[in-house]
């Protein structure tokens, strides 16, 4: 078994940086939802809080990193879901900022 580290820093509510001997990510989102932004790509993750079920997809990956995740390469995503994500990721921002 190898040596793990992981801290998370919380910046405001619905937004904390992950700190990890890999390196560093964002994540945005509250429990049950989030969206976590890091070199290895863009995972979304939906769960119910409290009961420890989740589901996580890569929503895409960065073909240059290293560290490719278990499933493989996720599919290339186009210009239009990017944006889409981006707009979804402004909007859900605004959401948080806002409750």
Do not use: D, E, Q
Request: with cysteine; glycine share 10%; net charge positive.
């Amino acid at each position: 078994m190898g040596l793990r580290f992981h801290k998370k820093l919380k910046i405001f509510p619905g937004l904390s940086v992950n700190l990890s001997k890999s390196g560093m990510s964002l994540t945005v989102g509250k429990p049950g939802a989030c969206l976590n932004l890091s070199k290895r790509g863009s995972r979304m993750t939906v769960g119910l809080p409290g009961t420890g079920l989740s589901y996580s997809k890569f929503l895409s990956s960065n073909p240059n990193s290293s560290t490719n995740h278990r499933s493989g390469n996720a599919a290339p995503v186009s210009l239009s879901t990017k944006v889409i994500i981006c707009i979804c990721l402004l909007l859900f921002l605004a959401w948080c900022c806002h409750s």
